[in-house]
């Protein structure tokens, strides 16, 4: 098996790998795609897992039984609609990660996705809901401040709901954040550490830069801070451009999507404490002014989520730009919770 970093396959998880592992199903829906490709074959090599379930609506055979040739224990099943094969995909999983949907082209925002997107991943979370309630559901599928509570709302209405377990997938944010720092500053990744946190789109997505540890500094104000947080804001759209109507980000995608789910995993499977990852999830931090989902670092535990971490000490500018994405906020998680409520 060939290691991905630190971050990806951590000591503490290394010492599970010789022995079986125990009996840890995860789900990807949406397997086939761009994101789900990648993200399948990342999660390939967790020792972690011993079941790799992969449904799409079509092509999840041939992915599943190329990743299946790889040679690590895990045993890869793939499905299709046919045979009643969401279910089959879904029964006792541990854990649902969801790239399942369309992603922009040039010129799009995320909340242009949600009309197809919302309905696709409603009916996803309808199907998690009947046949593994238990699950812990990671929401990859875009607009994610939306489809979120999309998911949320459809578990409640079936009685199923457990905050713990619903996760808004921010990874890629502070993914590209610590790059970008890294390259601006001539550092190493591993130092440049950014807490990023409220949402996944445009001014959603608000960098701590005055937080950044390990003696790194970053004005508050400037052309060049100013540059760096327009960049972790629509890091996003500078992929969408270079593939220039091919789609939006794949690669980096799946290594976040696997780090996080791996790090899911060894609080869960592994009870290993102290594991932090950001995410967006229901959160009492911004409840007050009215956003009942937030992202923001989250220890994680047996049960999914553990403790909600508040947003620290900011500076003057980092409170306007959370001002700047209350309202935004509000807006796509109202459309959400209205999308399901009004489907009836
Ligand atoms: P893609 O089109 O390459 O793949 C999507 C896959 O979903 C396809 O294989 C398609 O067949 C499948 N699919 C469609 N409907 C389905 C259904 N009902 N059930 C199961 N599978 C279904 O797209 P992609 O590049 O992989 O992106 C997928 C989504 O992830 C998009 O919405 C994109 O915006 C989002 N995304 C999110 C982040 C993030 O940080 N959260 C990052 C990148 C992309
Ligand atoms: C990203 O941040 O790369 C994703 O949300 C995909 C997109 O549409 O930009």
Known sequence: MFSLGRAFVPAATRAFSTSAPRSTKVAVLGAAGGIGQPLSLLLKQS?????????????????????????????VTGYTPENNGLATALKDSHIVVIPAGV???????????????????RDLAIACAEHCPKAHILVISNPVNSTVPIVAEVFKKK?????????????????????????????SCEDAKVTVVGGHSGVTIVPLLSQVPNGITIAETGAETEALIK???????????????????????????????????????????????????????????????????VELGPDGVKNIQGLGSLSASEEKLIEAAVPELQKNIAKGVAFVNGSD
Do not use: C, W
């Not at 020792?47 to 690590?72: E, M």
């Not at 995993?265 to 999830?281: D, I, N």
């Open 231 to 297: 960049r972790i804001q629509f890091g996003g759209d500078e992929v969408v451009k270079a593939k220039d109507g091919k789609g939006s980000a794949t690669l980096s995608m799946a290594f976040a999507g696997a780090r996080f789910t791996q790090s899911l995993l060894r609080a869960t499977v592994g009870k290993e404490t102290g594991v932090v990852e950001p995410t967006f999830v229901q959160s009492p931090v911004m409840a007050d002014k009215g956003v009942e989902y937030f992202a923001t670092n």
């Open 159 to 187: 009685g199923a709901f457990d905050p713990r377990r619903l996760f808004g997938v921010t990874t890629l944010d502070v993914v590209r954040a610590s790059r970008f720092v890294s390259e601006l500053k001539g550092v």
């Open 103 to 121: 992603p922009r082209k040039p010129g799009m925002t995320r909340d242009d996705l949600f009309n197809t997107n919302a309905g696709i991943v």
């Open 47 to 75: 020792p972690l897992i011993s079941q790799l379930s992969l449904y799409d609506i079509v092509n999840t055979p041939g992915v599943a039984a190329d990743i299946a040739h790889i040679n690590t224990d895990s045993k």
